[in-house]
Nanobody, 116 residues
Framework: QVQLVESGGGLVQAGGSLRLSCAAS????????MGWYRQAPGKQRELVAG???????NYADSVKGRFTISRDNAKNTVYLQMNSLKPEDTAVYYC??????????WGQGTQVTVSS
């Protein structure tokens, strides 16, 4: 059974920083894509940032220049460094990983709240 465990969410003032981590445990074969999504109340879940197995990254326009995604393949872990946080970044953040067989896994979500 594969589990993704997220950590690092919390409450921060606008302009502050947080670092999210997501570690996969269990039998997961050849993780290709790793990504972070978020869902704010009343809104659809959206892709925030993604990183391929060779390190190619992509970001939502709203977070470019503020967020950085990275991964540690040896630890099956993905990180999201969030700087210059804004109240509109408030959401539940979910990590997602897809293995070589295109099977997708999701974390349980971690709340990020940015106060103005």
């Amino acid at each position: 059974q594969v589990q993704l465990v997220e950590s690092g969410g919390g409450l921060v003032q606008a302009g502050g920083s947080l670092r999210l981590s997501c570690a996969a445990s269990g039998r997961i074969f050849g993780i290709n894509f790793m990504g972070w999504y978020r869902q704010a109340p009343g809104k659809q879940r959206e892709l925030v940032a993604g990183i391929s197995s060779v390190g190619r990254t992509n970001y939502a326009d709203s977070v470019k220049g503020r967020f950085t995604i990275s991964r540690d393949n040896a630890k099956n872990t993905v990180y999201l460094q969030m700087n210059s946080l804004k109240p509109e970044d408030t959401a539940v953040y979910y990590c997602n990983m897809n293995d070589r067989y295109a099977v997708g896994y999701w974390g349980q979500g971690t709340q990020v709240t940015v106060s103005s």
